[in-house]
């Protein structure tokens, strides 16, 4: 009786604080002006890291990875210094990086970052690179002032990876473009080059005459994973066998630009591009090679009669939430924003989505909101939670995906 007293005040307490993180997040605050003009960004050295004495070595010779520095503080316990690209930037401290040793051991490892940047990313760990599971080993030990993420973990002979997130480097999402079917081109078609000389892909799916175009985006931030994950599920229920996805597709374009920052998640970037600068604050001034790419292409695409209805641009954050243009300005389908939000909660039983209007006036800074300003698009930015669970965000992305083509094809008709 008494345990079982426990284990409901324990059940309640944990309820109590899920609810009150839920009710606490307020998203971000409204964008302000900051320069883009480009910066010098801090060149990682990649190798492995030999000066951990002879048993145990770390790697980060692989795209996306970020590794700074190994300091052996004893014989199982080392701190891994994790720096970002430049400053000032965002809290959103990406680490991934390979470990290995001569005999079975467990070892543990301590995340040291810059002065007052906190730990956001709890490691996930995968033995080829491909799969991954999210580590129960991780724990905050109070050091001095702070408290530093200590991660305990196995390690042999075989590699052992850890990262912040699962990787999706450019590589994995041309794989993933190569094998989707119903689009119109290959994963190797683009809007341009990085200034790394990576291609920014671009694919569409659907009716290529047709003059009621969509745009779908991704990765302006680089660590943002699970946002592409949803970026995923709703692109693949848009090219689906499905009788609703066959007759979207007759009626509709949509654009598929899932990876508009291929130098800063192949450079295991916190934020920036390799330019050094966070590309969602430059749609205004547009002094980086990627943001000028997305408007030459839009530019060459939408004119004429063509209308770019509709736009998501997934990202990820602390949780779920859609930041909209204020309710009050009017786009090209007024009112379809709230109606597909409210679709999609009644569409995942016991889901309430946090949604913030971030957009009133010019200047733009961010895609979505240049996007309504340009072409009156039904924009919005799409964000998943760092912990969201995967199968969730599959779920969400698929209601999401059916909800808007159900919905975009009875606007459509009057
Ligand atoms: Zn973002």
């Known amino acids: 009786m008494k345990r079982k007293l426990f284990f409901s005040t324990v059940v309640l307490f944990a309820l109590a604080a899920n609810a009150q993180v839920k009710s606490t997040f307020k998203g971000q605050d409204p964008i302000t002006a900051v320069s883009t003009v480009t910066r010098p960004v801090q060149k990682q050295w990649k190798g492995v890291f030999d000066k951990t004495g002879d048993e145990v070595f770390f790697g980060n010779n692989f795209a996306g990875a970020r590794l700074n520095g190994v300091v052996k503080i004893d014989e199982t316990t080392f701190s891994v210094l994790i720096t970002p690209e430049n ?3 965002n809290g959103s401290p990406w680490y991934a990086f390979k470990v290995w040793s001569k005999t079975n051991k467990e070892i543990k490892i301590r995340f040291d970052y810059p002065q007052n940047v906190k ?4 490691a996930k760990i995968s033995n080829d690179g491909k799969k991954w599971e999210a580590s129960q080993n991780g724990t905050f030990v109070k050091r001095e002032k702070d ?6 973990v ?6 052992t990876w850890i990262a912040a997130q699962e990787l999706k480097t450019s590589k994995d999402i041309k794989e993933w473009i190569s094998a989707l079917k119903n689009k119109n081109n290959t994963a190797e078609t683009s809007i341009g080059l990085t200034a790394e000389g990576r291609k920014i892909p671009v694919f569409s799916i659907g009716n290529t005459s047709s003059k009621n175009k969509i745009l779908i985006s991704g990765r302006n931030h680089p660590p943002e994973v699970t946002g592409h994950y949803a970026l995923e599920a709703f692109i693949e229920s848009l090219t689906a066998d499905t009788p609703l996805a066959k007759k979207f597709r007759k009626k509709f374009e949509v654009y598929v630009i899932p990876l508009l920052n291929p130098d800063g998640v192949d450079g295991g970037f916190w934020r920036h591009n390799s330019g050094g600068i966070d590309l969602n604050r430059d749609y205004n001034d547009f002094n980086q090679p990627e943001t000028k790419a997305v408007r030459d292409f839009l530019k060459n695409e939408i004119k004429g009669e063509n209308k770019l209805l509709f736009s998501i641009d997934f990202h990820s954050t602390h949780d779920d939430i859609y930041y909209t243009v204020d309710p009050e300005l009017k786009g090209n389908i007024p009112g379809f924003v709230p109606n597909w939000l409210n679709k999609v909660k009644d569409g995942i039983p016991g889901y309430t989505p946090h949604v913030k209007p971030l957009y009133f006036k010019p200047p733009t800074f ?10 009156k698009t039904e924009a919005l930015v799409f964000e998943i939670g760092d912990s969201t669970p995967k199968d969730f965000i599959k779920k969400k992305g698929e209601v999401s995906g059916e909800e808007f083509m159900k ?8």
């Open 87 to 89: 400053t000032p930037i």
């Open 119 to 122: 730990h956001r990313y709890n």
């Open 147 to 152: 408290s530093n993420y200590v991660l305990t």
């Open 154 to 159: 196995k390690v042999s002979k075989d590699t």
């Open 366 to 375: 961010t895609l979505f909101s240049y996007l309504f300003e340009t072409y």
């Open 407 to 414: 919905l975009i094809l009875e606007s459509s008709k009057n």
